[in-house]
Nanobody, 123 residues
């Protein structure tokens, strides 16, 4: 099984910072990219930031200049440094891996997801 374990969420005042971490483990054989998505109440899950195995990064327009994604694909870890947080950043943040692994004994190529970590920004 592939497991993604997130940490670092919490409650912070507007203007503050948080750092999210994610580590992948288990039967994952190759990773093309890792990233972070978020889902606010009543809204669809949306991309926050991704990083590919070549180091190329991509950000949602709403977080550019405030969030920084980093990681070591070979070590199956990814981080999200979030600065200048706003109340509209409040959401459950999910770690994502795009790769190939085993799920219930079956090879699966696609997206793997963590359980999510809550980020709440108070005004």
């Amino acid at each position: 099984q592939v497991q993604l374990v997130e940490s670092g969420g919490g409650l912070v005042q507007a203007g503050g910072s948080l750092r999210l971490s994610c580590a992948a483990s288990g039967s994952i054989f190759s990773i093309n990219a890792m990233g972070w998505y978020r889902q606010a109440p009543g809204k669809q899950r949306e991309l926050v930031a991704t990083i590919t195995k070549s180091g190329t990064t991509n950000y949602a327009d709403s977080v550019k200049g405030r969030f920084t994604i980093s990681g070591d694909i070979a070590k199956k870890t990814v981080y999200l440094q979030m600065n200048s947080l706003k109340p509209e950043d409040t959401a459950v943040y999910y770690c994502n891996v795009e790769g190939v692994g085993l799920n219930s004994g079956i090879f699966y190529a696609g997206d793997y997801w963590g359980q999510g970590t809550q980020v709440t920004v108070s005004s």
